[in-house]
């Protein structure tokens, strides 16, 4: 799919852009995760594929989030954790975002 390769160009090109595994973002948010922010599942072990404030003992926490709402949370999220400006902020979630597991399936 040509998105997944201009995404990676553009992230290389502005330089600005944390350089993150695909595998280490939140499938659902699409923010980086790491141990410490790691979703839980039903049984308290962690989740590998969703952060903790998506995904918590094995259900999202939020489950009428929409793809739209969560480009939004996450362009403020990416402001305030990430340190990027609301412009790049913004041009990042929504072409990561749409791509991430738990909104993929319905495009
Ligand atoms: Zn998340």
Known sequence: ????????D??????RAPKMDE????QSCGMPIH???FGT???GSMNFEYCNICFQKGAFTD???TCANMIKQTTS???QELGMNEQEAHEL???IVPRMKRWRQRF
């Open 1 to 8: 799919m040509p998105l997944r390769g201009i995404l990676k």
């Open 10 to 15: 553009e992230l290389v090109d502005s330089g």
């Open 23 to 26: 595998k280490a973002r939140c």
């Open 35 to 37: 141990v410490g922010n």
């Open 41 to 43: 599942n039903a049984s």
């Open 63 to 65: 489950m009428d989030m």
């Open 77 to 79: 999220r990416m402001i």
């Open 93 to 95: 979630a929504i072409e």
